[in-house]
């Protein structure tokens, strides 16, 4: 339970173009807020802008991203995506103090308390393409690069290996990782929508250098102002499996569910 909540936690997308659609090039019109249970809070800051944090996610990881709409050309949209992540503090937590008071240090921890955490960012850079296919459908091609600095102290054998989570922090550890992507965003009727997606993420150096993940959701939109989504996470991963094997394989199967709510 404690992992399961841990991958939520740190994990954490119709009608109007842009609405509901966290994952596509379009940005929220300007003054609107959209909140979901999992999803990341935005916020329309301008025609063309679009800030977001993680909620629950900001105690521990303090994170912020800005999406900018550079240019409509033809059908085609293009954006760029630019995320900062302090994740020390959670780091740090992981470490489980609990444990270390109640006299036995890796009680409940996922982090041993013997490696030292220094302060480290991951900076996420994302270039977005969106394009509307006939009945209401909308494309979206991903591409991004994620950086790390502070890193170089970390020991590798302090990885977090759970799924979403490890591909997500491994950057710490090497420095550097991309990730691709194909979102399909759809209607069935006025009232329900769908989202596919599929990205590849690779962390080049790292035992666990590569993760495909999948997702399918189904959205029952009530209003402009309120939404209800489930779905299903696929994800196949390389995991470090410890000497002598260099890595292990794993395939998880996740479910999702999410509220949200907006403003205008």
């Known amino acids: 339970m404690k992992r399961f909540a841990i991958i939520l936690f740190i994990t954490g997308l119709f009608c109007q173009q842009g609405l509901w659609q966290s994952g596509t090039a ?4 300007e003054g609107r807020w959209e909140v979901g249970l999992f999803q990341p809070a935005r916020w329309g800051q301008g025609q063309a802008r679009e800030i977001s944090f993680y909620k629950l996610s900001s105690l521990f990881i303090p994170n912020i991203s800005i999406k900018q709409k550079w240019s409509k050309l033809d059908d085609f949209v293009l954006s760029t995506n630019h995320t900062l992540l302090y994740p020390t503090p959670l780091l740090k937590k992981l470490q489980s103090p609990l444990g270390m008071d109640i006299g036995e240090p890796n009680m409940f921890a996922l982090i041993s308390p013997e490696f030292d955490i220094p302060p480290v960012i991951i900076i996420s850079n994302m270039l977005l393409i969106s394009m509307p296919l006939y009945s209401d459908r909308i494309l979206t091609g991903k591409i991004g690069v ?8 970390l020991a590798k054998e302090s990885t977090i290996d759970l799924p979403l989570v490890y591909h997500r922090l491994a950057v710490l550890y090497n420095g550097w990782s991309v990730r691709f992507g194909l979102d399909m965003n759809g209607s069935i009727k006025k009232s329900i929508s769908y989202l596919i997606d599929g990205d590849i993420l690779l962390i080049p150096g790292m035992k666990g250098d590569m993760a495909i993940e999948h997702k399918g959701m189904l959205a029952w939109k009530k209003s402009h102002r309120f939404q209800v989504s489930l779905g299903y996470k696929l994800v196949y991963g390389v995991y470090p499996d410890g000497y002598p094997n260099k890595n292990i394989t794993r395939t998880h199967l996740l479910p999702l569910i999410d509220f949200q709510w907006a403003r205008d």
């Open 26 to 29: 379009y940005t929220l019109p």
């Open 146 to 153: 994620s950086v790390a600095f502070g890193g170089s102290g």
